[in-house]
């Protein structure tokens, strides 16, 4: 007997989660799955991470003491707004060897098709994140072109004498950083550079 939570969620508080659990249960029964818990998020929005939804944080929770076997939501927004959410949410549910069952998109993860779906919706959501990450480079680049520093400002000279002086006269790095106000990190720096 497959021991099933149900996550429900509505966005706003002027809807109800009742249409999402009453297909699900309809679904529970045909299928013979224990239902073991219901987890809701009334009223929250699906871009909200796990801290803001408390009806999430529940489900995981329970997932992770391998107290249900599915998880079984009306649809794959009801879990997250992003592709990188939902795959992240899954592996969280495939290292406690949960299954997950999506309704609306007849997706579960128990069945070898379904698990190969999950697979191909994986492979595209680390297509996203690289694709991100190429143009943020791209950016970063172009600025650089136009001559936009990234960072801290480097140091001005006088300050970087006044550090060099302090520590040829056998200040220790913290006196160093305290008389002339610049971080411990920094002097450290700085006196490597001379030894070097």
Known sequence: MKRVGFYVRVSQDSQTVENQTQALQEIAERSGWTVVNIFTDQGISGAKGRDQRPGLDALLKAVSRREIDMVAAWSVDRL????GDLVSFLSDLQAS???LFLHQQAIDTSTPSGRMLFGMLGVFAEFERS???ARVRAGQERARAKGVRFGRPPMPVSRLKQVE???KSGQSIRAAAKTTGVSTASVQRIKRSMNG
């Open 80 to 83: 997250g707004r992003s592709l």
């Open 97 to 99: 060897g949960c299954d």
């Open 131 to 133: 694709m991100i990450a």
């Open 165 to 167: 002086r302090a520590l």
